[in-house]
């Protein structure tokens, strides 16, 4: 517990940081003009070019098209590719002129916005980014205005290190596949992949959760729990061959044998991806077919997300999706089976040398599907239970997204939905950069602080960042003063952050 005069400062410190934010992030100038554009159109943020390079690859003059990996949009000129390239490659030599160990990271014009990344030595990638514009009319004619200070870096940075890891997912690194078969695989794989994931990628709704790439985590009660440990167990022990094991409900985590960062980049590919195209209602018997060929009158709702759709043909073509983790020690190569029973879905993941027969899905799909399908019963009833003794949820006064760095947990009700093709949020886009500035603020920062932000549309802004965990508060309370605020802000971490001290 801090003293009271220590805790007097850090009050006194915080209102004061407080106002200095608001008055930096929302000058009068911009937020008239954002007004001017309320009933104008506006053009969010595009992706312009997309490319890869290594520089070593062409290092004489006329060969400069060998640096050139993958290009997006492939139709642009040779000459302009070729250009783009080196403009870039010229942009990261200088800046390393300055800092050897810290080249650029991106490049601010008044149109668009280029973002760099070397995820493996000499290897680079490049996204170029269109800046939001307005336009406004201007001696009778329609005219753009580009809005540059709009994108936030470090969410558009994570884009694009976040392109990377889901191409690293699939299909290893760069350099395994130039050990594998050259550049020839290379621009291969890049090009298979890149040509369909970046249809994927909406700029637009881009926000504080790309920076964070957190993981949402379903609780449970203790009982719940063992039982879904008992259920995995049971399972490895039947099927040997199985080495990793995720459990997942209402697409949130429950349980992972992965190392963090390999079930962070898993668990983003499952839930903006692979669930979206498999969406099945959560309850037992709506619109869903009992399977009446088990055994042992033993009735469930499993099926396969990956692999086998209908496992009574026997003619029927079936493969599991690879995946590669722990890349940089020992470098897995693994199959992916996720299999799904109402809402409960559970990966398991074998090593790519082994051969996956029919005759092993049948059996999986005998053991895992019953089970399962109970498990997710219970799951369902005590979800349900808890919700009835939390009474009718009324509209909260607030809205927050919490992260915490240690176990990548995260959670937010601000956004409705999130998925790889949009992010619905209940904040007004203004609201969202503002949150965006503020974890810009933190990162510049070891110490513990806390920032109070008064918008221009009255909304009150906090941000709290202690101990590897970051809170974020948007309040609708336009009469309230700073101490009436910081009230409202003790009142949210006592009824939805009582477990965790530093907020208290």
Known sequence: MLGLTRALKVKSYTLLRGLNVSLGLLRPRNTLRRMAYAAQDKHGPSLLSFFIYNPKFGPREGEEEKKILFYHPNETEKNDK???VGLCEAIVQFTRTFNPTKPAKSLHTQKNRQFFYEPEEGFWMVMVVKNPAAEKQKDGKAVLEYQEDELLDKVYSSVLQQCYKMYKLFNGTFSKAMEAGGVALLKERLEKFFHRYLQTLH????????????ICFFPLDKMTYLKIQSFINRVEESLSIV???AFLYNDQLIWSGLEQEDMRILYKYLTTSLFPRHLEPELAGRDSSIRPEMPGNLQHYGRFLTGPVN?????????F?????????TYEELHLIVYKAMSASVCFMIEASTQLTPEFCRKLDSLVGPQLTVLASDICEQYNYNRRISGPEKEPQFKFIYFNHMNLAEKSTIHLRKTSSASLTSVQPELMKILGDLNNDFSRVNEDEEIIVKAMSDYWIVGKKSDQRELYVILNQKNSNLIEVNEEIKKLCSSQFSNIFFLD
């Open 321 to 329: 999706p690879k995946i590669f983790i722990n890349t940089e020690d």
């Open 311 to 319: 496992l009574n043909d026997p003619d029927a073509k079936f493969r």
């Open 203 to 214: 700029l637009q709704s881009c926000d504080l959760l790309d920076v964070f790439g957190g």
């Open 82 to 84: 070729i250009r783009n």
């Open 243 to 245: 080495k990793y094991t």
